[in-house]
């Protein structure tokens, strides 16, 4: 009788440890990705004003002049 109440007690800490672990790692995921999110948007935001201000052609927008200097790198590495 007192080791089906130990192995008991035993089951509902381990359900707990592991419950409040996950809680915790669910936190800090979600906080991570909202991070890297916000850092790829505002690195994004940055390097399309720079195309736009110092890499665009008259009349080209900034995708047609990504695009544009993708390929002309391609080529330069083949």
């Known amino acids: 009788m007192a080791k089906s ?10 359900k ?3 419950k409040g672990y996950k809680t915790i790692e669910k936190s800090v995921v979600d906080g ?6 916000k850092v790829v948007n505002e690195y994004t935001k940055i390097e399309n004003k720079f195309v736009d ?5 008259e009349g ?3 995708t047609e002049a990504k695009k ?6 391609e080529k330069k590495n083949k």
């Open 5 to 14: 109440k130990l192995v008991n007690a035993n089951e509902k800490i381990a």
């Open 16 to 18: 707990s440890v592991t």
């Open 32 to 37: 991570f990705n909202k991070m890297t999110d």
């Open 53 to 57: 201000q110092y890499l665009t052609k």
């Open 60 to 62: 080209e927008s900034v």
């Open 68 to 73: 544009r200097l993708k390929e002309e790198q």
